[in-house]
């Protein structure tokens, strides 16, 4: 073989193999919408079985870099692999599960309706499944009742179940405790660690400090950027701050927390 041919296979391979160990993984990823840079350059890296959190503050682009990763949206410009495919491609849908950052329930149906809509629509039609998934988000005794007359509260932990439906191996949760109380936090948190430990691998976006402690790696996001990377502790001490939102100031220049 030519050597110039081998260095390309060699290359390929190696290439293949990133993928491999990578659950998502980006590369200069844009997305503008007309004079926005929603998402405008974006490397990442999220690997088997971490729990990665995006932070940042309302508008730098943890909803559309979502969007894009579970292939709603297009890129402008750049790549996004998800289990090794070039997104958007619907072969991946089966096995990601994406909780919306505004729920996406119908809300004239009960809350068991819903379930087995979404369990129809990812051909899951074991009825334990879904008595499961209740139990798992403590809303069994509230199988029957009307979506719309939920709490907040409520409404977020059936949009968990549903978003769950098909066992995804990889979980896409933004802002998945937006609106609920301290105690249900704790709860939904419970669940996600739960689940990390079951083998899913959850992206999360948030903007509450100490939900970012919870997650393995941290990705500071800024005006369609991430700006620094690693674990709380990591940004802590990088940045010689004592606290995360301190370290992310240093890290993004300030100018406004994280709201
Ligand atoms: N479909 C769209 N059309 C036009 N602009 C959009 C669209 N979606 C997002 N944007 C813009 O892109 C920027 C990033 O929005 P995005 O929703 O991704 O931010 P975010 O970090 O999720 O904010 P939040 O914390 O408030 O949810 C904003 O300026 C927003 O107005
Ligand atoms: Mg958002």
Known sequence: MARSCQSVVVLCEAK??????TVVETRELKRHFGK?????????TVRPGETYGLLGPNGSGKTTLIRLLVGLLKPTAGEARVLGKLMPNKEVLSQVGYMTQA???YQDLTVWENLLFFGRVYGV???SRLHELLELVELADRANSVVATLSG????RASLACAL????????????TVGIDPQLR????????????????IVVSSHVMDEAEHCHRLGLMRQGLILAEGSADELRQRSGASTLEEAFLSFTGGGGGLG
């Open 103 to 105: 729920d996406a329930l």
């Open 125 to 127: 039609s074991s009825r």
């Open 165 to 176: 439906v098909h066992s995804p191996v990889l979980l896409f949760l933004d802002e998945p």
């Open 36 to 44: 926005i840079r929603a998402v405008d350059g974006v490397d990442l």
């Open 153 to 156: 509260g409520m409404r977020r």
């Open 16 to 21: 293949e193999a990133t993928w491999h160990r």
């Open 186 to 201: 704790m709860t939904f948190w419970k669940h996600f660690y739960r689940l990390n430990q079951e083998g899913v691998t």
